[in-house]
């Protein structure tokens, strides 16, 4: 995978600047320089590694001899990975070499137009017909069928139910229609207009549409300013035939490319790939990839842009030339230098925020340097309106410092260490990766043009680097990437700010005399004294209990109650090797809390996230974090308080260590208070002044008659908060009752147990009993309401819920049944209100009942449409009524929640989080999972039309939410 932690980054990096289009490179080969002009220095053609051949026939890396890689006559390619993480499930993906940089300017958006149109009719699928028969297949539409769209690619993606030959051959033949059977039906075409203009408005926002601005400043007459999307005029002149254009120019099978990820047959595989994806016709021509364009380098920058937030955001972007490299050895090292740089600045801007807490709620650096194909460094920033000035010095100089003096030894040191962390971590917890991330992975790593190489290689190969880089080779190139003369100083703000004033503060960063970097000295961890080690032959025996049989594993749990009345309960789980997540359960949560404490409880959620562990400051937090796997993470729930801490197996005394400490020497900071309260206010204008924010929280609230413990923080609230309160708060309910441990993950229960009771079972704790003091939740019955916010996007969201509740907590088939008529319902809402009216892009309905609050269930609906639509949306929720569901529609969407549902069971996550509510609530939830498809296949479709129509005539709520159209006087 060769070095696949930077091609993460990339992955990211690609998606700020493409505005990454999700639904539901094999280009012009060495063209000569006379077919394309103006191509940036090292250029053959755009995108001529798009040449058809996997990267590893140009490259000294070695591939993984695991994939097995094939060519058909036609140049049509395919890469089969195996992988046993679900024994029946198989990720199958199409991946088209063509994005939304193939586009002409009178294309804008066509890729990703006929990127929707593959599900509205083909050869073997007519319209209407594709997404039934993936639901009968057990697949969701949206989750195990989907699609993307952005400047370089345009992938498919079918996740199958099972691995079995018919149901391979069935996906295969639907890519093939995507690959070549496209209908273009006029008809359809105009009606997925609407479709995906509702998508353009459910992605825009103030943050969208800036972002687009500032593409245009930054890379002027380029195609890299242009949205992946389309604009309004290049969508509204589409025709069939336009589409069907661009799609026979681009979609050649010497620019495909087939991923297959699962426990699969490579042997049965290849002849069928062959019998469907042979007869492509062969692209005889190759298509020129016409110029992008280079941004030029235009020295130094600044642009100043006024925009409705609060606080302010500072950027300073360092720019360099397009320069694409083949993959080699001597390449990897090159990333790998680069994020050594990145890990460096990173850390030194943590230790800045942890020093001056004033000047910046949060921050970040990225090297992209050797990205080739938008190459860049950049630092962002959100500050206030009173500290940005500070922010561009403080930010500027260390980037000028470390350019100048570059990293200290020890730095390079730990940036080694967590190197070898990452990998490490990555090459353990690879075989619980799900067949889709797998395949994700192998579709970044194709588009870039670099080789796959294997865990085992990519660990040998950073030992390497360790061994050969020398601080004077890091620091050389920390001089030529970061004392560039290409700069672009970006602020944005609400406030009226001059460039002039920006360019004084650039100044001053540009006269600075700096010192080089001295460091800070990591403080000693464990720093409590440490309890006794126990004797672990004296140790009552755990009870166990069998939970459940997966794949050929017993699943099961382990139970003690320690001298001093602690519960301990632990859960091996074998799904994911050297993964433990360990957490102290203690108080009533909320339930104790009045609503002012409740206020002060949720503040405390983010201080103590930005205070560091005890009294350890936020680096050396950090430092552990990386060396553990994990953070320390405490935080009030409903009815519990909690200190968790996700990491490593192998380091499972550190970890137990972490929360030890942090139980008995919590110590919140001034300086994560002053942060958090910034980070409130920007979230409270957030709040009052867009659609989605306020859609998040004041409609969220809504539904559960605005209980406190479902509001939001708002900074008037806590403006005025003292650390003292914050420490009050902290240190409340420490000792009361019920508290409990519980481990789950990659463990041996028997060595757990006496390590947690070394840590907390010796020491007397005088538990004590508490009461909920917890008002129910109280629905707004019959209550409509709607408010305007002054957003600077057309949008409108319409929330609808029907409050019903469950009674009886085992009765398990009336809550399945719920979530299939929340299933059916969903459906409905995107065949009526997205593919007929054209009026949302993914109206979601779901039901859940919530057991801590005595069973409070609700049926809920979301619609984000614009104004135009909102009308006519809130109509149809209003006077939405029951209808006739038939048995082929149960079926139908029934399987898909079958399919999900086996999926999950070999996930650690999943089987720790039903050990987390069992334990804490006191309910069987892991029996309750065990006992779904039974419940689910036995649900009928009487119990369901029944149980839609009672859903339906249910006390009914709404809240409505548009922008607010300014006057045009």
């Not at 409130?680 to 209980?707: C, H, L, P, R």
């Not at 079958?898 to 006191?922: C, D, G, I």
Request: hydrophobic share 40%; proline share 4%.
């Amino acid at each position: 995978m060769a070095f696949k932690l930077f091609f993460y980054s990339i992955k990211c990096f690609v998606l700020v600047f493409s505005l990454f289009i999700s639904t539901n490179d094999v280009f012009a080969s060495q063209a000569s320089n006379e077919n394309i002009k103006n191509l940036p220095k090292g250029f053959s053609s755009e995108a001529f590694w798009y040449d058809g051949k996997w990267a590893f026939v140009d490259s000294d890396l070695p591939y993984d001899k695991n994939i097995q890689y094939g060519t058909l006559k036609n140049g049509f390619r395919y890469a089969l990975i195996p992988h046993k993480q679900s024994q029946t499930r198989v990720s199958l993906y199409l991946v088209v070499q063509a994005g939304s940089l193939m586009e002409t300017q009178e294309e804008l958006g066509y890729a990703h137009y006929v990127e929707h149109m593959a599900f509205n009719g083909s050869k073997n699928f007519p319209a209407g017909s594709l997404i039934p028969f993936f639901q009968k297949n057990g697949m969701s539409f949206g989750g195990d069928t989907n699609a993307h769209t952005s400047l370089m690619e345009t992938v498919y993606k079918l996740n199958i139910a099972t691995n079995t030959k018919e149901s391979c051959n069935d996906a295969l033949v639907v890519l093939r229609d995507f690959a070549d059977g496209l209908l273009f039906e006029e008809k359809e075409v105009q009606e997925e207009f609407g479709v995906i203009m509702s998508e353009k408005k459910d992605r825009d926002s103030e943050e969208a549409v800036n972002r687009l601005k500032r593409q245009e400043f930054l890379y002027p007459q380029t195609k890299f300013s242009n949205p992946v999307i389309g604009t309004d005029e290049t969508l509204k002149a589409v025709t069939a035939q336009k589409l069907r254009n661009f799609y026979t120019k681009w979609y050649t099978p010497d620019r495909m490319v087939l991923v297959v990820v699962g426990d699969i047959n490579k042997k049965q595989l290849e002849p069928m790939i062959e019998n469907v994806f042979g007869s492509i016709k062969e692209n005889n021509e190759k298509t020129v990839v016409s110029p992008w364009g280079d941004p030029k380098n235009q020295g130094l920058r600044f642009l100043v842009e006024k925009r409705p937030i609060e606080g302010t955001n500072v950027s300073i972007m360092l720019h360099f030339s397009r320069l694409h490299k083949r993959d080699s050895v001597n390449y990897q090292k090159e990333l790998y230098i680069n994020s050594l740089i990145e890990y460096a600045l990173q850390r030194r801007f943590q230790i800045i925020t942890q020093e001056n807490p004033h000047l910046w709620s949060g921050v970040r650096f990225m090297n992209a340097r050797s990205f080739g194909l938008l190459p860049l460094c950049f630092f962002t920033a959100t500050t206030s309106q009173d500290d940005w000035k500070n922010a561009i010095v403080a930010g500027g100089e260390e980037i000028k410092r470390m350019g100048e003096y570059g990293l200290t030894a020890e730095e390079l040191k730990q940036g080694h260490i967590f190197m070898q962390n990452s990998i490490k971590r990555f090459k353990q917890q690879y075989p619980n990766l799900e067949n889709h991330q797998i395949a994700d992975h192998f579709v970044v790593t194709l588009n870039a043009d670099r080789v796959y190489t294997a865990l085992d290689y990519d660990s040998a190969l950073i030992e390497k680097f360790i061994k050969e880089i020398t601080l004077k080779e890091v620091n050389e190139i920390a001089k030529k990437t970061l004392l560039t003369s290409d700069i672009s100083v970006i602020v944005s703000s609400a406030q009226k700010i001059q460039e002039s004033a920006v360019k004084a503060e650039w100044e001053k960063v540009q006269k600075a005399q700096l010192s080089p970097y001295k460091g800070v000295k990591q403080a000693d961890f464990p720093y409590l004294e440490l309890p006794k080690k126990v004797d672990e032959k004296k140790l009552e025996k755990l009870t166990v209990k069998e939970i459940a049989k997966v794949k050929e594993h017993t699943l099961k749990t382990y139970k003690a109650i320690l001298p001093n009345k602690v519960e301990f309960h632990a859960f091996p789980l074998p799904f994911t090797p050297n993964k433990v997540q360990f957490t102290l359960l203690f108080g009533k949560g909320y339930a104790g809390l009045d609503n002012k404490q409740i206020n002060l409880a949720q503040f405390s959620n983010m201080i103590m996230r930005g205070s560091g562990l005890g009294k350890l400051s936020l680096d050396d937090t950090s430092t552990l974090a990386e060396k553990w796997g994990g953070y320390v993470q405490e935080s009030y729930g409903l009815n519990e308080r909690s200190i968790s801490i996700e990491g490593d197996s192998s380091s499972f005394e550190s970890l137990l260590q972490a929360v030890w400490t942090q139980f008995y020497n919590p110590v919140p900071t001034e300086n994560a208070l002053i942060r958090a309260k910034n980070i409130v206010k920007k979230q409270t204008f957030i709040q009052n002044n867009s659609v989605d924010g306020a859609t998040k929280t004041k409609g969220a609230s809504f539904f559960f008659g605005d209980a406190r413990r479902y509001q939001s923080i708002v900074f008037p609230e806590i403006a005025n908060v003292t650390l003292k309160e914050i420490q009050d708060i902290v240190l409340k309910d420490r000792y009361n009752e019920p508290i409990k441990i519980l481990v789950s993950g990659d463990i041996d229960p028997n060595k757990v147990y006496a390590m947690v009771m070394r840590y907390f079972g010796q020491e007397q704790m005088n538990i004590k009993e508490t009461k909920e003091n917890i008002a129910p939740l109280v629905f707004p019955e019959n209550k409509y309401v709607f408010l305007e916010v002054p957003d600077v996007v057309d949008q409108a969201v319409v929330l609808c819920a029907w409050h019903k509740d469950i009674k009886d907590f085992n009765d398990r088939k009336t809550i399945v049944v719920r979530q299939l008529a929340s299933s059916l319902l969903r459906d409905k809402l995107r065949e009526e209100i997205r593919e007929k009216m054209g009026a949302a892009y993914s109206p979601f309905a779901m039901y859940r009942a919530l057991i801590p609050e005595n069973g409070f269930g609700l049926l809920q609906v979301t619609i984000k449409t614009d104004i135009a639509h909102l009308e006519e949306v809130t109509n149809y929720v209003k006077n939405i009524s029951s209808w006739e569901v038939k048995q082929e529609d149960l079926d139908r969407l029934r399987l898909p929640m079958l399919t999900a549902w086996k999926t999950s069971r070999a996930n650690n996550a999943k089987w720790a989080r039903l050990f987390y509510a069992e334990v804490s609530q006191n309910y069987p939830y892991m029996q309750w999972d065990n006992d779904f498809e039974k419940e689910l296949m036995q649900v009928t479709v009487e119990e369901v039309n029944k149980e839609i129509q009672e859903l339906l005539n249910a006390p009914k709520a709404l809240w409505r939410i548009k922008v607010k159209v300014k006057d045009k006087k």
